[in-house]
T-cell receptor, first 108, second 118 residues
Framework: QKEVEQDPGPLSVPEGAIVSLNCTYS??????FMWYRQYSRKGPELLMY????GNKEDGRFTAQVDKSSKYISLFIRDSQPSDSATYLC????????FGKGTRLHILP | DTGVSQDPRHKITKRGQNVTFRCDPI?????LYWYRQTLGQGPEFLTY????????KSRLLSDRFSAERPKGSFSTLEIQRTEQGDSAMYLC????????????????FGDGTRLSIL
């Protein structure tokens, strides 16, 4: 079992829809959980991070961590075409372990 | 606001040649990381520096790879005798050191150097 599992997609949703992106992980030592967004031919850009279990909201984005089930989620409300990118979940203990990323397409 | 800068953006070379990439981190960051990313995968950790000291190297970093950060500012990653399998995006990231409570210091990435081996 890989340390971080993430469905690569692609995931296509219409503009304005709520998007749900998910990861599972195996290492219970992970304490920080990050989401990065990566546009084509660009480096990953940090969207947000949470510590331990719980929710964190930032504008249209909500990150959710359930350590009991080792499940990480990112929700995007009112999705926009500019949200089309690859989203990487990235938990860490002493180093970051990236998921494969989910390719998201928001259809105008 | 100057972020992490990498040069060149794209490098094409023949198999067997040596290549060197440069990374300029965010100026106040004392940690610098190198990652490799292949198509359809997330970035994979290669190595990291705290100031000029190289603190950790991944098993992925074969002896053909060497990284330096001589003055604790910019870093170089050299690949000797390149192979087809070295074709990838090489990403650099920087961060501040964790706080005394090991609080998270997010890593900020450059846009990478894309290496193509002919």
């Amino acid at each position: 079992q890989k340390e971080v599992e993430q469905d690569p997609g692609p995931l296509s949703v219409p503009e304005g829809a709520i998007v749900s992106l998910n990861c599972t992980y195996s290492n219970s030592a992970f304490q920080y959980f990050m989401w990065y967004r990566q546009y084509s031919r660009k480096g990953p850009e940090l969207l947000m991070y949470t510590y331990s279990s719980g929710n964190k909201e930032d504008g249209r984005f909500t990150a959710q961590v359930d350590k009991s089930s080792k499940y990480i989620s990112l929700f995007i409300r009112d999705s926009q075409p500019s949200d089309s990118a690859t989203y990487l979940c990235a938990p860490r203990d002493d180093k970051i372990i990236f998921g494969k990323g989910t390719r998201l397409h928001i259809l105008p | 606001d100057t972020g992490v800068s990498q040069d060149p953006r794209h490098k094409i070379t023949k198999r067997g040649q040596n290549v060197t990439f440069r990374c300029d981190p965010i100026s106040e960051h004392n940690r610098l990381y190198w990652y490799r990313q292949t198509l359809g995968q997330g970035p994979e950790f290669l190595t990291y520096f705290q100031n000029e000291a190289q603190l950790e190297k991944s098993r992925l970093l074969s002896d053909r790879f060497s990284a330096e950060r001589p003055k604790g500012s910019f870093s170089t990653l050299e690949i000797q005798r390149t192979e087809q399998g070295d074709s990838a995006m090489y990403l650099c990231a920087s961060s501040a050191s964790p706080g005394q409570d090991d609080s998270n210091q997010p890593q900020h990435f450059g846009d990478g150097t894309r290496l193509s081996i002919l």
